[in-house]
């Protein structure tokens, strides 16, 4: 991977060999409640370095210990690791120490910035698809329209394994010939009477009062 070929910020990261810190793991939760405690923790650390650094991270039952040069965190790590603290066995790890070049971290590239809702604009090249034409079937249409109340037509014929499809007309609800087809005009025809709707009386409250 060559990230200079593609345009790519680089950073240059640098992880030092001999790192200056200490991960303290699994301390007593003690260390973070009580003064004493954390007042003997720190003395075991400053006999190897006067000028040493304490960070704990309670959630983590952890802590950091940062010391002025890299022999003086080696050297408390050689005799305190594995040790008793406390009724609990501590465990010391090398903290590594990264550096970080640039101070500054390059924004992304808005290859896919149209992908963020609501997008704020369209790719280049981008248009609106047309909506396909709706399929007509043109000769279903005529057979349906060719048949009377009560026949029917079928659309797919049954296999062994798939059934058939048939459509059905419906008798007409007014009843009579429907062999026949009425010609006349509707707008000739007398429009049934609608039903009057009957107002409810108001309640006479006179009489009560």
């Not at 000028?51 to 003086?72: E, G, L, N, W």
């Not at 026949?180 to 005009?185: C, M, Q, V």
Request: charged share 25%; aromatic share 8%; with cysteine.
């Amino acid at each position: 991977m060559q990230p200079a070929e593609r345009g790519e910020a680089t950073v240059d990261v640098k992880f030092t060999e001999l790192p200056s810190a200490l991960i303290a793991c699994k301390v007593p939760q003690s260390l973070f409640n009580e003064g004493g405690v954390k007042a003997g923790f720190e003395s075991l650390f400053r006999s190897f370095d006067p000028a040493v650094q304490f960070q704990y991270f309670k959630s983590f039952r952890r802590a950091r210990i940062s010391f002025s040069d890299a022999p003086a965190a080696a050297e408390a790590r050689l005799r305190l690791h594995k040790t008793d603290f406390n009724g609990k066995e501590m465990r010391l790890y090398f903290a590594q120490s990264v550096h970080i070049g640039s101070p500054r971290l390059m924004p992304p590239k808005p290859d896919k910035q149209f992908l963020i809702s609501p997008p704020a604009s369209p790719p280049v090249g981008w248009e609106q698809s047309n909506d396909a034409m709706p399929v007509i079937n043109y000769d279903l249409l005529c057979a349906i329209s060719k048949l009377g109340p009560g026949e029917q037509y079928e659309l797919q014929t049954a296999t062994p394994t798939t059934p058939s499809v048939v459509v059905h007309v419906c008798e007409d609800e007014r009843g009579g010939d429907t062999s026949t087809p009425d010609d006349s005009d509707p707008d000739d025809q007398p429009r049934p009477l609608r039903p009057r709707i009957v107002q409810t009386r108001r309640p006479d409250f006179g009489d009560n009062q």
